[in-house]
């Protein structure tokens, strides 16, 4: 099946309609699920993206980026006050796989895994600044942050450190992720798809 | 005669986009102001989808492809919050209807009468009635959530009619009901005035107790309206609808009236019996 | 998690505690100005002093599970760091003590520390706002400060999507339990281990989030006539608003001049 790209002038668009106004809950919704099934099932990926990246690729980069701001808002203020400062990173989330989304580079399997990898360095960019600020360069995840000790114990430079530390990370949590929303999308109804695409 | 006593479907046919066959194909019906209208058919004939188009949701905030015209007392759709404000609403997935952000029944009773823009003391006394009347004035503190499918239902059905709609479409409101539940929902539903009543249900028997008119949908089209008394009394068979269970007890007793038809509710059996004794 | 009672029901109105005058703009100002405030100096005593002031605020108010679960995902964070500032930090010269050993350094180890009492500062200072607000009440203050009620539901609706959300998960899940799963061990099968549960949960979610547009739609929330629902009047909101915004301003501003003398 293939996904056919919306028209560009319309990606944009920043009207929020009432189907967006309730996708962006559950997107927000559905990033909590999956982070709890990842914890749950102890993977070495986080997976809160996901819902972030359903809603850029049904709504558009807009409705991705409001969902990803408010989940870490939410998060923030419910469970870890930290993830607030994240919001960041998870709105350039959403806004790179709606725009990548709508050119058509979520169309193949193939395609998927580069969106994966700029989505990836996307976020380590944005987050990087942020570990260093906070956490002194540190991700929280044990097995990055040993990198990031080896590397800095060699003399590397904090924020190399820190982005290596964190795009490992990034880069096997997208791919994850992106492959997650790409499967999962081509299995929503067509009624759906377009439901939340249509611009009313 | 007057249009704007009377909600008139002409030459209807809708189709959702990415499917083939149309959902509805050339329905032609009319009913009167104050009428209480059944619509039965089994499954994917076109229930659900008639009642989408009369409330609206076709094509105002799902889009398909729709021919034909329709209008509620001389109101077209495109006067979208005219056409919106006469109408009260249930469809199916009833959960899916609460504004999941009210805090108690009451709060959710008030969404719509807020919406319209009513005084408070108004929508006080509006809620208590319609909570009496739905029999929900126990949990109007309940948090919504905590509802069983039942009185969720229920729920729905009084947010519908808080706002005194002029055409009430119900969408099968009882799917989710108890017996008791469902036999006090039709006794309410029996003594409605003033309202114009389109409501799909499989509850035949209840159906026939309060309908003036019944409307059997199948695959698409609307194969035959009338009394229930003449629809049942000429039901197909590929149509898959069972007749009510008086009729079908007059049937095997062969007791009929004095038009040669069966009697599809009880005060046509007690007809029927007085007759024969 | 979500479903704190706090979060999910309104207080019920019977005696106003003194956290409950206060609007909750304020106290999501007061978190920033905190935060800025442990941002300015990384001065340890100035840190001590701010989470001195979050504690009490936390322990007049009210304590609960929420703040707790909150420190406990951070506390671990800050014991990491404490290690790997303490042995590698760049700027570490003068050592502390040695384990094993190992040596950990001042430099590091007061870095780290300063690092992890501005994470305590602003975990203390959120918790004040998580355990004395409740979500009704957001909802209904926001909309009363002239936010539309599309922007309010996004916002406070996903605090009712969770509960939800998290029962139907279980359901799903104990469902798959119940067809019986193999364990699984790589990554890739870990993730297809996932799909059952996330596809279903996702259409479902999805569904719900369709039907409440169409029904929200046909109930008219967009109606211009809508009245505001008036909730409980605040104490001092408005000097409070202008004294804390000024506030975080004075402290940007004086934190970007120190940065420009500094260079």
């Not at chain 2, 009451?106 to 919406?115: G, K, P, S, T, V």
């Not at chain 2, 809620?127 to 109007?140: F, P, R, T, W, Y």
Request: overall charge positive.
């Amino acid at each position: 099946m293939k996904t056919e790209p919306i028209h560009r002038t319309s990606m944009w668009k920043f009207k929020l309609s009432a189907a967006t106004m309730t996708l962006i809950p559950a997107a927000v919704g559905i990033n909590y699920v999956a982070k709890a099934l990842a914890e749950g099932l102890k993977l070495p990926v986080w997976l809160g993206s996901l819902g972030t990246f359903l809603a850029s690729m049904l709504a558009g980069p807009v409705a991705g980026a409001i969902s990803g701001f408010i989940n870490n808002v939410i998060y923030g203020l419910t469970l870890s006050p930290i993830s607030t400062v994240y919001a960041i990173t998870s709105i350039g989330i959403g806004i790179a796989v709606g725009v990548l989304h709508a050119n058509g580079w979520f169309s193949s399997a193939r395609r998927v895994f580069v969106s994966a990898i700029i989505i990836a360095i996307v976020s380590a960019v944005i987050s990087t600044p942020l570990n260093v600020i906070f956490w002194g360069g540190q991700t929280g995840i044990a097995w990055g942050d040993s990198l990031f000790a080896v590397m800095v114990a060699n003399h590397a430079p904090v924020w190399l450190a820190s982005f290596t530390d964190e795009f490992v990370l990034d880069i096997l949590d997208k791919v994850c992720v992106a492959y997650l929303a790409f499967f999962i999308y081509r299995q929503l109804p067509q009624r759906m798809v377009h439901f939340f695409r249509d611009d009313k | 005669m007057d249009e704007d006593k009377r909600i008139v479907v002409d030459n209807l046919t809708s189709r959702y986009p990415g499917t083939t066959q149309p959902q509805l194909r050339g329905i032609n019906a009319e009913v009167q102001a104050g009428q209480v209208v059944g619509i039965i058919g089994n499954s994917h004939s076109g229930k659900s989808t008639l009642c989408r188009v009369l409330a609206g949701v076709i094509s105002k905030i799902v889009s398909a492809e729709v021919e034909g015209q329709w209008r509620l007392f001389g109101r077209r759709v495109d006067d979208w919050p005219a056409y919106n404000a006469m109408t009260g609403v249930v469809l199916q997935n009833p959960a899916g209807q609460l504004s999941g952000l009210s805090d108690t029944v009451a709060d959710e009773i008030a969404f719509d009468l807020i919406n319209q823009g009513l005084a408070e003391n108004l929508i006080q006394k509006r809620i208590e009635k319609v909570a009496a009347q739905m029999g929900l004035s126990a949990q109007l503190h309940l948090h919504p959530e905590s509802l069983s499918g039942g009185q969720i239902q229920r729920l729905a059905i009084a947010t519908a009619i808080a706002t005194h709609p002029t055409v009430l479409i119900l969408d099968d409101p009882t799917s989710e009901m108890d017996p008791l539940g469902r036999r006090q929902f039709f006794h309410w539903l029996a003594g409605v005035k003033d309202t114009t009543v389109l409501i799909v249900t499989s509850e035949i028997d209840d159906l026939c107790e309060i309908a003036d008119s019944v409307w059997v949908m199948h695959d698409g089209q609307l194969v035959s309206k009338g009394t229930p008394g003449d629809v049942f009394n000429h039901l197909a068979t590929d149509w898959q609808i069972p007749a009510p269970t008086i009729t079908q007890l007059a049937q095997k007793m062969n007791w009929r009236m004095a038009d040669g038809q069966y009697p599809v509710n009880a005060a046509e059996l007690k007809e029927v019996r007085y007759a024969h004794n | 998690m979500m479903t704190d009672q706090t979060l999910i029901s309104g207080t019920p109105q019977v005696k106003r505690k003194w956290y409950q005058v206060i609007d909750p703009i304020t106290k999501l100002l007061f978190i920033l100005d905190m935060t800025l405030l442990s941002f300015a100096s990384p001065n340890l005593l100035l840190q001590v002093g701010l989470i001195l002031v979050a504690t009490l605020l936390l322990l007049f108010s009210k304590l609960n599970s929420t703040t707790f679960k909150a420190l406990g995902f951070s506390l671990f964070l800050i014991v990491t760091m404490l290690i790997i500032q303490g042995l590698f930090y760049s700027h570490n010269q003068t050592v502390l003590f040695s384990v094993l050993g190992i040596s950990f350094y001042k430099e590091g180890l007061i870095y780290a520390t300063m690092l992890g009492c501005r994470v305590l500062v602003i975990i203390l200072t959120s918790g004040f706002f998580m355990v004395t607000t409740s979500i009704s009440e957001n909802a209904a203050y926001l909309e009363q400060s002239g936010l539309s009620y599309k922007t309010v539901y996004v916002l406070m609706s996903v605090c009712y999507i969770l509960p939800e959300m998290m029962r139907n998960m279980r359901k799903i899940q104990q469902a798959q339990k119940v067809r019986g799963t193999n364990p699984q061990k790589t990554l890739i099968q870990k993730l297809k281990s996932v799909l059952p549960v996330l596809i279903p949960l996702v259409i479902k979610t999805l569904d719900q989030s369709m039907a409440r547009s169409i029904s929200l739609q046909l109930r008219g929330f967009d109606n211009p006539n809508r009245t505001v629902k008036t909730s409980q009047q605040y104490h001092l909101s408005r000097m409070l608003h202008i004294s804390l915004t000024g506030l975080a301003i004075l402290l940007i501003g004086w934190k970007i001049w120190t940065k420009i003398n500094g260079l």
